[in-house]
């Protein structure tokens, strides 16, 4: 070979096998062109596939699951669009059972003690955000933390949702919903109410809401808009397998440019709310109220946030929170536009409790006074829980029964969906019943083992107590200060249109709310 020819192989950019066609021969084991090294290739891919197969299998054991793995992707096309009767087949083949996607292992566990099992096992298995995750909360963000190092942490964060934060909140939360019910109101230019979809408005009412609970005034009304308006892009980034690199254009490379303008502003808010509180401000929305906490004397636990750091928690609340809350919520409305009659009693409470004096702001002392709103909450949330099972990976080997461990770096997916559907705790369990949670000694209420919307375990939801109240008032605000049509849609479906029509102060404006 000249020095010329081996510079030619060494520029050649075309592909590696013409690269190696173009080798000294004494540097090939073989030629390509002989049969033996289609024979090499051909049994190096069969080892690979049948070492595949083989190490499911050995994973798999006796659990339900396909005998056979479909070579390198597995169920992925399943992941990609999955579906409800798809999750209830895999569900139904076993308590435990097992797939396997891009060569992840998976056990889905569809009864309650095993999910729960899962769940308070911290020492064995770890939630498991979607990768994309990390790149828009960053890994440095609290939330990845485990082990005592997460408990401490949360311990922290258990503070800003006490009775008395939440009752501060609420009055934030009063003002906004009623804000955004008066522009809900569309007409069309002959003044007559318009149909518009509930999707997005309902994600903007809780993001607003959300960003003024958390940020009070320490960010103007546009930044919420921006936000809101960007986060949109985070919403679309999460899904189970995204493109690995966040190049330009990709889904995950707009989410990070949406984070990273939500963290400028939450940065912002921290640097504000730390100099009110500095000098003497009363708290007047999270932020305020964890500073006015590291400030008190009494105080025995951390002090030291850096601003960077409030606003990766706050960012973690808002990504934890906008996509459940914002489905909780439509599911509440359109629960309620498919029940008149319950409807009717939720209204009857609001009457009888606030006694026609709609225009006062709700307070806690109220809503602990409205049994009947909570249970619609409950059920709204039981019959349509917003997050049907959140995806764990085991740390280790973890023996989740006495015949079958699940191998170390697997994941594990406790289902919640069947927990909240069992119907010897809840009888008829797809009906909407909120009478079910009146009774103190119905089975709904003996078993709250079930009652999984909000996880469970060191994990479980931190902000349950500020979403409950949220879709209380939201609902309660709803069934009084507008009022509901005929509902059209023949049966509560994520897909469904036409929820309410709504009359401002029970009397005035139309509106027509459409699900999307
Ligand atoms: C209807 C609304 C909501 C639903 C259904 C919901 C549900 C959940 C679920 C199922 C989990 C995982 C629990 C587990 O792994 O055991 C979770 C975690 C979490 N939620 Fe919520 N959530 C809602 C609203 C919120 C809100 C409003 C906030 C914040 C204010 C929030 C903050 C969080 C955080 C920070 C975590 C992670 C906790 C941790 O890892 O320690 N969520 N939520």
Partial sequence: MTVHERSAVASMPSSTAEALYKLPSTLLPFSVESPSWWYTTAAILVTILVLEQTVYRYKKRHLPGDKWTIPLIGKF???????????????????????????????????????????????????????????????????????????????????????????????????ITREHFMTWAAKDSNGKPVAQPIMMIARYLNMDTSLRVFCGNHIPPHATKEISDKYWA??????????????????????????????DWLTLAARNSKIAIANGAEPECLIDEWMRICADPTYKGRRDFSDDEIAMVVFSFLFA????????????????????????????????????????????????????????????????????????????????????????????????YNSLHDPEVFPRPDEFQPDRWLDPNSSANTNPKNYLVWGSGPHRCIGVEYAMMNMALVLATAAVILTSSPPCSPETDADSHLLLVLTHNSKSQKTIIETD
């Avoid at 985070?234 to 303008?261: D, I, M, R, S």
């Fill in 234 to 263: 985070v919403t679309q980034a999460l899904e189970l397998v995204n493109f690995p690199f966040a190049l330009p254009g990709t889904k995950v490379y707009k989410a990070k440019q949406a984070a990273k303008v939500a963290m």
């Fill in 321 to 416: 929170s906008q996509d459940a809350m914002s489905s909780g919520l439509i599911f509440g409305f359109q629960h309620l536009a498919d029940h008149p009659e319950i409807l009717a009693k939720v209204r009857e409470e609001q009457e009888r409790v606030r006694q026609g004096n709609f225009d006062s702001p709700l307070t806690l002392e109220l809503m602990d006074q409205m049994p009947y709103l909570q249970a619609v909450v409950k059920e709204s949330l039981r019959v349509k829980p917003p997050v049907t099972m959140v995806p764990y990976k085991t740390t280790k080997a973890f023996p989740i029964s006495q015949d079958y461990t699940v191998p170390a770096n697997s994941m594990v997916i406790p289902s919640f």
């Fill in 77 to 175: 096309a399943d992941s990609m669009k999955p579906t409800m009767e798809g999750y209830q087949k895999q569900w139904q083949s076993g308590a435990l059972s097992a797939l396997s996607v891009f060569n992840i292992f998976i056990v889905m566990a569809s009864s309650n003690e095993y999910s729960r099992k899962i769940l308070n096992s911290p020492t064995h298995a770890e939630p498991c955000l979607v990768h994309s995750a990390k790149a828009i909360l960053r890994p440095e963000n609290w939330v990845f933390l485990t082990g005592k190092e997460h408990v401490d942490y949360r311990r922290c964060l258990n503070m800003l949702f006490t009775r008395r934060a939440i009752g501060m909140y609420i009055g934030i939360q009063d003002t």
